[in-house]
């Protein structure tokens, strides 16, 4: 195959030749050209930020008590005869544990629905691009106590106020992704392009008409695509407030682990795990063709 003068070239220097230019110039050693290196203060900042890291572990090793992770080493034998136990699976009454988990769903749905139609405005009232600091400051704040409680706390507030069922872990999904919700959405809206909304600014329209038609068009496919997000983990979510007696598999499941049915405790975790799964792959389907 033919070469170029200046491909030929260029190849010994590859293999650590010297290089001439066929064109005529000065005579380099690739492998000797100095690979430049950063500044002093940005390597600096970069060991004390590693060394911040390192600290913070340090500080949280004992009270975390990660030195008895040797026991996952030396009690492996109790861990694998607690697991047989979940190796035969009784599926007796699927029918119940589907109804179930169709129900944990369905707590999901409407939750997750919630939250992302009162997260929108919310949303709108906490980006600092939209709205001035006297308004995005103290709704970003109550937003952050929604998401810092966990769902649940939420549910054991409302299993009292409205009583045991399903509409208790509603509403203590709802709760907590509203928060959620609200610190996503307006993240998006933050980072939308600006220019858009400043020609329907110029033409006189309102700042409700420069959210609608400026704003809510740039972050529609992003928010449909963390509305998925959320709500499989939701699904997730949703199983565990069973526990406080907000409905669901998750006091099928809560009460079979204390009554040591171990069959049945596996037979409705891979219910859960296969329901979570399909919704993983139905929401990723769907969200490929939104972003």
């Known amino acids: 195959m033919l070469q170029v003068p200046e491909q030929a070239s260029l190849e010994r220097a590859g293999s650590g030749e010297t290089a001439t230019p066929a064109h005529g110039g000065t005579v380099r050693d690739l492998a000797a050209i100095a690979v430049p290196s950063y500044p002093l203060g940005r390597r600096i ?14 500080w949280a090793w004992a009270p975390a008590e990660m030195y008895r992770v040797v026991a996952l080493f030396t009690d492996w034998r109790n861990m694998a005869q607690f697991g047989a136990a979940f190796l035969k699976p009784n599926f007796h009454d699927w029918d119940e544990y589907l109804a179930d988990m169709v129900v944990t769903v369905q707590i999901a749905l409407w939750g997750t629905a919630l939250a992302v139609a009162f997260g929108i405005p919310f949303s709108i009232l906490s980006a600092a691009n939209v709205c001035p600091q006297w308004i995005v400051q103290p709704v970003r ?3 952050d106590a929604c998401r810092a409680i966990n769902e649940i706390v939420f549910a054991l507030m409302f299993v009292v106020a409205v009583g045991l069922g399903p509409f208790a872990g509603v509403m203590a999904i709802f709760v907590h992704n509203l928060g959620v919700f609200s610190k996503l959405f307006s993240e998006a809206v933050e980072a939308i392009d600006p220019r858009p909304v400043e020609g329907i600014r110029a033409t006189g329209a309102r700042r409700v008409q420069e959210v609608v038609f400026g704003v809510v068009p740039q972050v529609l496919p992003l928010w449909s ?9 939701n699904v997730r979510s949703a199983t565990t407030l069973g526990i406080v007696g907000a409905g669901g598999i998750g006091q099928t ?3 079979s682990i204390r009554s040591f049915q171990y069959a049945e405790t596996a037979a409705q975790i891979i219910i859960v795990v296969v329901t979570v799964v399909a919704i993983d792959l139905l929401s990723a389907r769907i969200r490929r063709k939104l972003v």
Do not use: C, I, P, Q
């Open 253 to 255: 499941l809560y009460e």
């Open 225 to 233: 695509s963390l509305t998925l997000y959320r709500l499989e983990t």
């Open 141 to 143: 704040r109550l937003m």
């Open 45 to 58: 900042r970069g060991w004390l930020a590693w060394a911040a890291v390192f600290a913070l572990l340090a």
